[in-house]
Nanobody, 119 residues
Framework: VQLDESGGGLVQPGGSLRLSCAASTSIFSFYNLGWYRQAPGKERELVATINSDSSTNYLDSVQGRFTISRDNAKKAVYLQMNSLKPEDTAVYYC??????????????WGQGTQVTVSS
């Protein structure tokens, strides 16, 4: 499965960005999807997940600001990020997997897209 992220960039604090991830699989609807991020000098962390049944989960620090969604017809997953903070600065990665054990780092990965929040 190939995953291609887009939508990153430079935004001021309080601004918004929408990340997109397009997948190359014909069975996209069966995959569980997530967004991770990795800031310089820090470990990769799980930001948001949306399973094949459309159930979602969020990192506490982004709850209420970020929204994950999926469009199975377009084979895409999105991350709408509002009220961005400097601490959201990171490379964001799309992830797809066949299981829902999100405590395990596995599955398919995109190349990452840089998000920088700065004035």
């Amino acid at each position: 499965v190939q995953l291609d992220e887009s939508g990153g960039g430079l935004v001021q604090p309080g601004g918004s960005l929408r990340l997109s991830c397009a997948a190359s699989t014909s069975i996209f609807s069966f995959y569980n999807l997530g967004w991770y991020r990795q800031a310089p000098g820090k470990e990769r962390e799980l930001v948001a997940t949306i399973n094949s049944d459309s159930s979602t989960n969020y990192l506490d620090s982004v709850q209420g600001r970020f929204t994950i969604s999926r469009d199975n017809a377009k084979k895409a997953v999105y991350l709408q990020m509002n009220s961005l903070k400097p601490e959201d600065t990171a490379v964001y990665y799309c992830n797809a997997r066949g299981h829902t054990t999100w405590s395990v780092v596995s599955g398919y990965w995109g190349q990452g897209t840089q998000v920088t929040v700065s004035s």
